[in-house]
C-alpha cells in the first residue's frame, strides 16, 4: 500500500491550542497509514515536541521569520534584519506578488509533492499552502473572525486564494459561520477539536497539588494576551474585593505572554497579591487545574475553547464568558455562561463564591462527562483519505 504524503503547516510553536490540537490530532489518528510533515513557518517556541516518531518537522526559511509577528514587535526588537524582513513581507503581501516569494522559498523546503496540504492556522499559512503545488489543499479555521480578522490588512489577496482550497473547516459551527460572512466559499465542513482525554487525566495526577481548604480556589490558565481578557479579570476581582466579596477567595493564573507585564501590575495597583497569584507558565497546567473549585474563561473572544473541555475532563466546573462556541461545547449542566463583560464577570464570580452547593452540583454532573472523539477521529481520517 502507498502511503499518502500529508502536511501541516504552522507558522511557529508556541504555548497555544493549536499546537496542543494538532499533537493531539496526531497522536490519536492512525499515522502509520500516512508519511506525515509539519512545516513550522518560524521555528519559535517549545511546543510540538510530544509528537509520534514518525512524523517529520520541516522548519521555514529566514524569509518567515517575522511572519508570527506584528510591525510593532518587530520594531520594537530593534533588529535590524528582522525589520527589513517584516517591512518586506509587507510590501510583497500589499502588492500581491507574496505568491511568486512563496513557491521559490518551498522549493528550498521541501523535496517532495504532497497528496494533501492543510493550513492548520489562520492567516499566512493559508497563503503558504494556497500557492502551493499539493494535489490537495484544506484550510483549518480556528479564529472568530467577527471579533478578530487576521486577513483584514490584505481582504482582497485573501479572497483570491481561499477560492484554491478543496475544502475550509470550521472548528466549529459559529466559527464557520462568522467566516463565511467575510468571504464567500462553496465547500466547507465542521471538524470539531479532539481532546485527548486520558492525556489529560494522567497529567494531573503527575504532581500532587494541596490548597487550603478553607479557601475557594479559582483559576485560569491560558496566553496573558488581551483577547484571554486577564486584565479584565483582574478589575473585576479588584471591585470584588473592594466590596468585601473575596474574603475567602483564591484566584490562580497560569500563563503567560505580552500583557504579563500589564496584570502583574494591575495586581500591584490593587493590592490584590493575596488574592490573585501570577504563577507564570507551567508545561503542565493539569494538576493545578484538578485541585481547584471552578475555572474562569475570561476571554473577549476565544473560537473553541480548549482549556474549557479540558476542565470538564478533569471534573472542574466552568464560569465562561459568552464567546463563539461555548454553547456547542458547554451546557447549564456543567457550569455557567454569563455576559460577556466585566458586568458578567462580576455576577459570575459573586455567585460561585456564595453558592458551593451550586458548584457541589456541577462536580456532581461532571463524574458522567465524556468527550467521545471518535467520530471526530474517523473525520479527519476521512478528510486525509479523500
Given at each position: 500500500m502507498i502511503k499518502k504524503n500529508i502536511l501541516f503547516v504552522v507558522d511557529e510553536k508556541r504555548m497555544g491550542g493549536v499546537s496542543v490540537l494538532l499533537e493531539d490530532i496526531l497522536n490519536n489518528i492512525n499515522v502509520d497509514k500516512y508519511n506525515i510533515d509539519i512545516a513550522v513557518l518560524h521555528n519559535a517556541g517549545d511546543y510540538l515536541n510530544n509528537l509520534p516518531k514518525n512524523v517529520n518537522i520541516i522548519y521555514g526559511t529566514s524569509f518567515f521569520d517575522a511572519v508570527d509577528l506584528t510591525l510593532k514587535e518587530v520594531i520594537k526588537s530593534k533588529n535590524l534584519k528582522l525589520i527589513y524582513s517584516k517591512?518586506?513581507?509587507?510590501?510583497?503581501?500589499?502588492?500581491?506578488?507574496?505568491?511568486?516569494?512563496?513557491?521559490?522559498?518551498?522549493?528550498?523546503?521541501?523535496?517532495?509533492?504532497?497528496?494533501?496540504?492543510?493550513?492548520?492556522?489562520?492567516?499566512?499559512?493559508?497563503?503558504?499552502?494556497?500557492?502551493?503545488?499539493?494535489?490537495?489543499?484544506y484550510h483549518w479555521l480556528h479564529t472568530d473572525y467577527s471579533m478578530y480578522d487576521c486577513t483584514e490588512n490584505y481582504h482582497d489577496l485573501f479572497e483570491s486564494i481561499f477560492p484554491k482550497f478543496d475544502k475550509i473547516i470550521g472548528i466549529s459551527n459559529s466559527v464557520l459561520e462568522r467566516f463565511l460572512e467575510k468571504y464567500k466559499v462553496k465547500k466547507t465542513d465542521v471538524i470539531f477539536n479532539i481532546i485527548d482525554s486520558n492525556k489529560i487525566i494522567s497529567k494531573s495526577k503527575e504532581e500532587n497539588i494541596k490548597y487550603d481548604k478553607d479557601k475557594i480556589n479559582l483559576i485560569s490558565v491560558g496566553r496573558i494576551h488581551n483577547m484571554k481578557g486577564y486584565d479584565r479579570l483582574v478589575d473585576v476581582l479588584n471591585e470584588l474585593n473592594i466590596d468585601k466579596k473575596l474574603d475567602n477567595v483564591v484566584v490562580r493564573l497560569i500563563g503567560d505572554g505580552p500583557d504579563f507585564e500589564l496584570?502583574?501590575?494591575?495586581?500591584?495597583?490593587?493590592?490584590?497579591?493575596?488574592?490573585?497569584?501570577?504563577?507564570?507558565?507551567?508545561?503542565?497546567?493539569?494538576?493545578?487545574?484538578?485541585?481547584?473549585?471552578?475555572?474562569?474563561?475570561?476571554?473577549?473572544?476565544?473560537?473553541?475553547?480548549?482549556?474549557?473541555?479540558?476542565?470538564?475532563?478533569?471534573g472542574i466546573p466552568v464560569l465562561s464568558c459568552d464567546v463563539a462556541s461555548i454553547k456547542e461545547i458547554m451546557n447549564s449542566k456543567y457550569g455557567m455562561i454569563v455576559e460577556n463583560s466585566n458586568k458578567g464577570l462580576y455576577d459570575g464570580i459573586l455567585k460561585v463564591v456564595n453558592d458551593m452547593k451550586m458548584l457541589n452540583k456541577y462536580k456532581e454532573n461532571l463524574k458522567s462527562y465524556k468527550y467521545d472523539i471518535n467520530k471526530i477521529l474517523e473525520s479527519i481520517e476521512d478528510l486525509l483519505d479523500e
Open positions: 517591512l518586506r513581507l509587507i510590501y510583497l503581501m500589499k502588492t500581491k506578488n507574496i505568491g511568486k516569494k512563496i513557491i521559490k522559498e518551498r522549493n528550498k523546503m521541501f523535496s517532495k509533492k504532497y497528496d494533501v496540504e492543510i493550513a492548520f492556522k489562520d492567516g499566512f499559512c493559508a497563503l503558504f499552502t494556497a500557492y502551493g503545488n499539493s494535489i490537495k489543499k496584570v502583574k501590575n494591575k495586581v500591584e495597583e490593587y493590592k490584590l497579591n493575596d488574592k490573585v497569584i501570577l504563577m507564570g507558565r507551567k508545561t503542565n497546567p493539569f494538576p493545578y487545574v484538578s485541585s481547584s473549585d471552578c475555572f474562569l474563561m475570561c476571554s473577549r473572544y476565544e473560537p473553541f475553547g480548549l482549556v474549557v473541555l479540558e476542565s470538564l475532563i478533569l
